[in-house]
């Protein structure tokens, strides 16, 4: 075995394969699409080169820049619902409460569910004819507040974050607690010891020692929320009047519906960046903390 790994030859041919599958299915549409966002292109007229066109014309496309204000949003929102709650909730856990096994499996089980079930599930809770949430309003006396939460330009953005903390926030919890199990008993047999209170223990020792994962879990919900499709597209395709629009769904629009496939590869070259920077930007705050 130590022969073969010591021989080039060997690992680059148990390597290839997996190299050449990654090229294709991944690098190669990375780099034709980037190609692509050079053209002004649809299926009814000949492809023209115009460089950088397409990214000058989305910032000057005022759909584009509320879309992407709306990702912004949806990630600053997702941070903050995620984040906190799946600590809050890994923490409980982790303590052994009563019923841990049973909170862990039912917190988790909306990540597993299909994002259009989810999206259509929600649709109906927010209609605002037979929807339960204003059924809900209603039996508990609060019908004044009743709405018609997913044409309300004001809060069908907050209804979609909604949905995607309940489906997700299981998920973040399951990583965050991994981590928490991972950790070695003797630190908070020795802060019990000296008389460290809970919230002392999470401070002094659970929270610095989950930073590593807690990085991989910020890049998650990051890059998660800017490539968000499903939910928003079942539920309100963007709407009302491009309300809850996303780079996603609009890119989608482009490519699809008016067949500006250059101009859709574009919005995709630039949520990829989003992506790196954002995983850039993670590192960075991470190994601040840690120094």
């Not at 021989?7 to 190669?28: D, E, G, M």
């Not at 997700?168 to 991994?178: D, P, R, S």
């Not at 019990?192 to 610095?208: E, L, M, R, V, Y």
């Not at 989608?252 to 989003?274: E, R, T």
Request: aromatic share 16%; glycine share 8%.
């Amino acid at each position: 075995m130590n022969k073969v790994m010591g021989n080039k030859r060997s690992i680059a041919f148990f390597v290839l394969p997996a190299l050449i599958i990654y090229a294709v299915f991944a690098l190669f549409p990375i780099a034709y699409n980037i190609y692509m966002s050079l053209f002004n292109t649809d299926l009814m007229a000949k492809k023209q080169f115009v460089g950088l066109g397409n990214y000058i014309g989305l910032l000057k496309d005022g759909t584009f820049v509320h879309a992407f204000r709306n990702n912004i949003f949806m990630v600053i929102g997702s941070l903050i619902a995620h984040m906190p709650l799946a600590m809050f909730f890994a923490n409980a856990i982790f303590k052994k409460i009563k019923g841990a096994a049973f909170f862990q499996t039912v917190f988790f089980l909306p990540s597993v569910i299909c994002g259009v079930a989810v999206g259509l599930t929600w649709t109906f809770i927010y209609n605002g004819n037979y929807g339960l949430l204003n059924a809900f309003l209603k039996m508990i006396g609060l019908g004044s507040l009743q709405q018609v939460w997913l044409a309300n330009k004001k809060l069908a953005m907050f209804c979609i974050i909604v949905v995607i903390m309940w489906q997700y926030v299981g998920y973040h919890m399951v990583i965050q607690l991994a981590a928490m199990r991972n950790i070695d008993s003797a630190y908070y047999e020795a802060a019990q010891i000296d008389g460290a209170s809970g919230w002392k223990q999470f401070t002094n020792i659970t929270f610095p020692l989950i930073k590593p994962i807690l990085k991989i879990d910020a890049v998650l919900i990051i890059t998660g929320s800017l490539k968000y499709y499903d939910l928003v597209a079942v539920m309100t395709s963007g709407g009302p009047n491009h309300a809850t629009e996303v780079m996603s769904t609009y890119m989608y629009y482009q490519a699809f519906n008016i067949l500006k496939y250059g101009y859709a590869s574009a919005i995709g070259v630039i949520l990829m960046i989003l992506c790196m920077l954002s995983v850039a930007l993670s590192n960075r705050v991470f190994k601040e903390s840690d120094e």
